[in-house]
């Protein structure tokens, strides 16, 4: 009954959707916003990466709600996941690592990883990429140690330590233009942090500074994340493994 | 005004440092989210009386709309503004030993509500309400109730987690259809292109969609099946917070939306229709529930039918009675979570409970009236508007939710009863006794002092709620105020007050009016 009711309910919206599509305008997208912020953009926020400008100056505020998301999720994951694992035995070591192979091409990688994270993160204002991208990679760099040896751990102190500041960071440049009597997490220039010229690495005022913080919250916050689902899953086979040899 | 942003970002500030700081002090960080409470209530209560007069907007980061992001603040976002702080202070987990992260959710929570009543733009309000939502799904999983399984609450958490999902992607989808469909997220702008744009079936369905998305958790009829699950596991505080103040922030965007974006009768019927689904099965399976958290969680949802019920009703006079129910459910319902929490179990095992804790009974008898409707409380005088205007209207569909309405406060007249005769049966050696925590009876009174005081000050309530109804019923003051920085001066000058707007010989010539506005906004961007 409950798989029919689904049924009919995933046909039904397919259904309306095909409808609608058929309504919608097709390849002619209506630019109310857009057009005019690829014209104001350059000389108002001084970003030669439009989606930057977007991002982090005209829709600041969703990508502080978008990362306040992602914090809320890894913190909720942490409280449920690090609570089941406290209650079970610590883990014993088990030797289960990948071979000399893999373990070496790790070593290899973490700073080439590091290098381009970090370049996407500080070039985001500039070319395509940015905070959400370089931070998934400087999180990967992070997280392949742990992948191929078993007893490598993230230290989650470090972790929730640059999250927490990062985004803490974020918010007080925001307040930081606050301060200067303008709106709240406006991209603003101001001594050190001139416009620049656009295109150019040093340009756009406190905007690279945002994208450092955000590159910097998204990395910690996905690290932090995948750390603690690989920790629980030891600690959760190591645990049913102890409660079989009890029965 | 500007500084009203601080209310979204203090407490995500408090949130990302909240476990920083607790690793050199746990005392100063449990402090710094009760600190920024207080300064979001003294930042309200600093403007208070500001929008009285007229709303009040202004864009995030300076950029005008429509291109950026614009916050809105009417009385009704600033009652709400105010009412968020207040009720997590109330509500926060001062009777059990919590973890820093879980503080920092309850300050993660507070943003988002906030946020949510705030915001003038329709990808912002998704990205609160998504916010909210991921915040209370961690909320639930954690707040266990006492002697409840955690793995229970798991599963409600996780089944909730679920439904809420495809709730937001049904939203998400709903507003790509309108972006598609007219360029813009701005709802000032959305407002203005609406009655050309969405008044078609296209526009119907984007409707559908975000009811549904919002729906989720404001008990909406179909998508309600996770409310007593999860009301009976978590901890009473938390389902006392989530039914009384989280439902009616999602109903308050569905008003925003419905007032602002979709003008056709037919998104109002299919309210009524939901509204009435909701009244009938709600009140029908709390006559039937076992103990009293699931049946308050029924009557929730039955509550929130007649606040569905309200809001469908057409012009201000609908938002009036809508504001009235909700805000009435808003103070009852969490005085009655707080007083059945010490009332775990099955209904029986209370049987005789007038003769241990003559007090807390007759808190609930009075509470359980002013729900009922019994007058004097404001219980019946909010049901009494809805119920005359319900009658006055042509439409057939109104008069179905009027019998629909009036079936189900008897079926809640008989539950009740059942409930109040169960606590004062004479019973020789009774082992009913409540275990209510001095916490749970200091705020239960409190909500109840707050409904007391309402009697009494009848006509200043009145008063506000009918400003409250009119302002936020006035498309053209949300436009106005919104575009005003870009407008003419003419149209800095039509920001009337709600008072006087029959005078106003705008409100009878609309489309000219907007005419004007759009070519404004049309010069306004060529200039940039």
New interface residues.
């Given amino acids: 009954m409950r798989n029919v009711s689904g049924l009919l309910f995933s046909g039904g919206l397919a259904f309306l959707l095909l409808v609608i599509a058929t309504h919608l305008p097709f390849g002619q997208p209506l630019m109310l916003v857009g057009s005019d912020i690829i014209q104001a953009s350059p000389h108002e926020v001084g970003s030669a990466n439009v989606v930057a400008a977007i991002l982090l100056a005209y829709r600041g505020i969703d990508t502080l709600g978008e990362l306040s998301i992602l914090f809320t999720a890894a913190a909720g994951v942490g409280l449920i996941l690090g609570h089941r694992a406290s209650q079970n035995v610590p883990p014993t070591q088990v030797k289960n690592n990948s071979g000399f192979i893999s373990q070496k091409g790790i070593e290899l990688m973490i700073p080439l990883l590091l290098v381009v994270g970090f370049y996407i993160i500080f070039y985001g204002h500039l070319t395509p990429g940015g905070g959400f991208q370089g931070g998934v990679i400087l999180a990967i760099a992070f997280f392949l140690p742990v992948l191929v040896q078993s007893d490598a751990r993230l230290d989650h102190n470090i972790i929730s330590i640059i999250e927490g500041l990062a985004g803490a960071v974020f918010i007080l440049i925001g307040l930081w233009a606050m301060f200067y009597e303008r709106p709240f997490l406006q991209p603003f220039f101001n001594g050190l942090f001139a416009k620049g010229t656009l295109g150019e690495l040093w340009s756009a005022g406190t905007l690279p500074l945002l994208y450092l913080a955000l590159g910097l919250k998204v990395g910690a916050e996905l690290a932090g994340l995948l750390a603690t689902i690989a920790d629980f899953s030891i600690t959760e086979t190591q645990g049913s493994l102890s409660e079989d040899d009890t029965q | 005004m ?2 009203l ?2 209310l ?2 203090l407490p ?2 408090a ?6 700081l607790a ?1 050199s002090s746990q005392v100063l960080a449990r402090l710094s989210g009760l600190l920024v409470l207080l300064i979001s209530i003294t930042l309200v209560l600093n403007v208070w009386g500001e929008v009285d007069k007229q709303a009040i907007s ?6 005008q709309p ?4 614009v916050f809105y603040i009417d009385q009704l976002s600033l009652l709400f503004a105010l009412l968020i702080p207040v009720m997590v202070l109330i509500f926060w987990p001062w009777n059990r030993p919590s ?1 820093i ?2 503080y ?2 309850m300050m ?1 929570l507070t ?2 509500a906030s ?1 949510l009543m705030l915001s003038g733009d329709l ?2 309000i998704y ?2 309400y ?2 909210l939502a ?2 209370s ?2 909320l639930v ?2 707040q266990v109730r006492q002697g409840q399984h ?1 793995v229970v609450a ?1 599963v409600a958490s996780l089944r909730y987690l679920l439904l809420g999902s495809v709730g937001s992607v049904m939203m998400l ?1 709903g507003i790509a ?1 309108i972006y ?7 709802l000032a ?1 959305l407002s203005l292109l609406a009655p050309e744009a969405l008044n ?3 526009g119907l ?1 984007a409707f559908v969609l975000i009811l549904v998305g919002l729906g989720v958790k404001a008990e909406l009829f179909p998508v309600n099946t996770w409310v007593p699950e999860v009301y009976a596991g978590v901890s009473t505080r938390l389902s006392a917070l989530m039914a009384g103040l989280l439902s009616k922030l999602a109903v308050i965007v569905i008003v925003r939306l419905l007032v602002l974006l979709f003008p056709q009768p037919e998104a109002l019927h299919l309210m009524t229709v939901l509204g009435m689904l909701g009244v009938i099965s709600g009140e029908l399976v709390a006559w039937r529930a076992k103990d009293m958290t699931r049946m308050l969680a029924f009557s929730s949802i039955g509550q929130l039918g007649l606040v569905f019920i309200a809001f469908s009703l057409p012009g201000n006079i609908g938002l009036l009675a809508g504001f009235a129910i909700a805000l009435h459910h808003l103070v009852v319902k969490p005085a009655l979570f707080m007083l059945a929490g010490g009332w775990s179990g099955r209904l029986e095992k209370l049987s005789g409970m007038a003769q241990s804790s003559p007090y807390h009974v007759a808190l609930f008898v009075l509470l359980a009236m002013s729900l009922l409707g019994v007058p004097p409380l404001p219980g019946f005088w909010v049901k009494l508007l809805l119920v005359m205007n319900l009658a006055v209207q042509t439409d057939p569909v109104y008069h179905f939710a009027l019998a629909f309405m009036l079936l189900a406060t008897v079926l809640e007249a008989a539950y009740l009863y059942r409930v109040v005769m169960l606590f004062y049966k004479k019973e020789n050696h009774t082992h009913a006794s409540s275990q209510h925590s001095l916490f749970d009876w200091i705020t239960a009174i409190a909500l109840a002092a707050v409904l007391l005081i309402s009697v009494v000050q009848l006509p200043s309530v009145e008063r506000k709620l009918v400003s409250m109804a009119y302002q936020s019923g006035n498309r053209l003051l949300y436009i106005h105020t919104v575009f005003a920085n870009i407008g003419t001066p003419e149209a800095r000058i039509d920001r009337m007050s709600p008072t006087d707007q029959a005078k106003q010989p705008l409100v009878s010539e609309p489309s000219i009016k907007e005419k004007a506005i759009k070519e404004d906004l049309v010069l306004g ?1 060529a200039e ?1």
């Avoid at chain 2, 949130?15 to 920083?20: D, K, T, Y």
């Avoid at chain 2, 429509?66 to 992001?69: A, F, K």
């Avoid at chain 2, 598609?180 to 701005?186: A, E, S």
């Fill in positions: 500007d500084k942003v601080l979204v970002v995500l500030l949130a990302f440092l909240m476990p920083v690793r202004f864009a995030i980061g300076g950029y429509p291109l950026g992001v973890s992260q879980e920092s959710l993660l943003a988002s946020g990808f912002n990205v609160f998504e916010l991921v915040a799904y961690g999983s954690v955690p798991w989808l259809i598609l469909q007219t360029g813009t997220l701005n702008q078609n079936i296209t369905s961007s940039q």
